[in-house]
C-alpha cells in the first residue's frame, strides 16, 4: 500500500519510427498496473493485427477535424501525411484518479503536451543502436510496404534531431535492458518531492506520533 498520496505523471516516449516504442510500452503496461495508455485517435488505416480502441481508434478526416474544433484534443500533429492526436477527457480523469498516463507521440505532441502540462511531464526518447538495426526492424515488422520503410527511413533523422528536447535518452539495443531503464525513471519521477502531494500531511502524522 502506498503511505502517501501522490499525483499522477505524464510519460511520453518518442523515437524513430521502428525504434521500439510500441514494444517497450506494452512491456510497461504489463509490469506496472499503475500505468494505463492514452490511445490517440488517427486517421491513418489500421495495420495488421492492430485492435480499434487498443492501438487506436481509427476515425475519419472529418471526425478528426470536429474532434480538433471542438478542443477534445490535448494535442495533435500530422505524421507521414496522416493526423494524429490525444483525447483529453481520458487523460485528465486518470490525473485526478492518480495514475500515471503514458503516450507514444511524436516531438511536435511532445512540445504541445509540455507547454499544457509542463510540470506532469516525463520525456523519454528511445534510439535504436544503429541506423542498419532500424532499418532492420522496420523491415523484420513486416506490417509496411518498401515505401513505407523507405519513408520512415528518411524521416528518422528528422525526429531523431529532437533528442535534445527529451528528459531522459535510451537506447534500445537489448529490450529487456531498456525496459528496466524506463521502470528505474517511472519509479524515479514518482517519487519526486513535488509529485507525493500528500507529504505534509503523512509527516504531520508520523512526527505527532513521536
Ligand atoms: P515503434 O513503435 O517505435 O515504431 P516497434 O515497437 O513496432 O517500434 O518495433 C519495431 C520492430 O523492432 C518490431 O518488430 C519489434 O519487435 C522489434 N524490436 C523492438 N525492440 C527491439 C530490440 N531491442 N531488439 C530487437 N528487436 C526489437
Ligand atoms: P505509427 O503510424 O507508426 O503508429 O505512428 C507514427 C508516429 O505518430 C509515431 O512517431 C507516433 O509516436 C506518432 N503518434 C502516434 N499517436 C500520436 C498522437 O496522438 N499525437 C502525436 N503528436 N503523435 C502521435
Known amino acids: 500500500m502506498n503511505h502517501v498520496q501522490r499525483r499522477g505523471l505524464l ?3 518518442s523515437s524513430p519510427s521502428g525504434a521500439g516504442k510500441t514494444t517497450l510500452s506494452r512491456r510497461l503496461l504489463a509490469a506496472d498496473p499503475m500505468i494505463t495508455m492514452s490511445v ?7 495495420r495488421p ?4 480502441g ?6 475519419t478526416h472529418e471526425e478528426f477535424g470536429r474532434l480538433r474544433d471542438r478542443g ?3 494535442e495533435y500533429a500530422e505524421v507521414f501525411g496522416n493526423f494524429y492526436g490525444t483525447p483529453r477527457r481520458p487523460v485528465t480523469e486518470a490525473l485526478q484518479a492518480g495514475r500515471d498516463v503514458l503516450f507514444d507521440i511524436d516531438w511536435q505532441g511532445t512540445q504541445q503536451l509540455g507547454a499544457a502540462m509542463q510540470d506532469d511531464v516525463v520525456r523519454i526518447f528511445i534510439l535504436p543502436p544503429s541506423a542498419e538495426e532500424l532499418r532492420e526492424r522496420l523491415i523484420g515488422r513486416a506490417q509496411d510496404s518498401a515505401s513505407t520503410v523507405a519513408k520512415r527511413m528518411a524521416k528518422a533523422a528528422d525526429e531523431i534531431s529532437h533528442w535534445p528536447e527529451y528528459d531522459y ?3 534500445n539495443d537489448d529490450i529487456g535492458k531498456a525496459s528496466v531503464e524506463i521502470e528505474a525513471i517511472l ?3 514518482r517519487l519526486r518531492r513535488r509529485r507525493q502531494v500528500g507529504l505534509t500531511d503523512f509527516v504531520r502524522g508520523l512526527t505527532k506520533a513521536l
Not at 40 to 46: D, E, F
Not at 49 to 52: D, F, L, R, T
Not at 54 to 59: A, E, G, K, M, S
Open 72 to 74: 477534445d484534443l490535448l
Open 49 to 52: 493485427g492492430e485492435v480499434n
Open 54 to 59: 487498443r492501438d487506436y481508434h481509427f476515425i
Open 11 to 13: 510519460l511520453v516516449m
Open 40 to 46: 490517440s485517435v488517427t486517421t491513418r488505416a489500421p
Open 169 to 171: 535518452v535510451i537506447v
Open 187 to 189: 519509479t524515479a519521477e
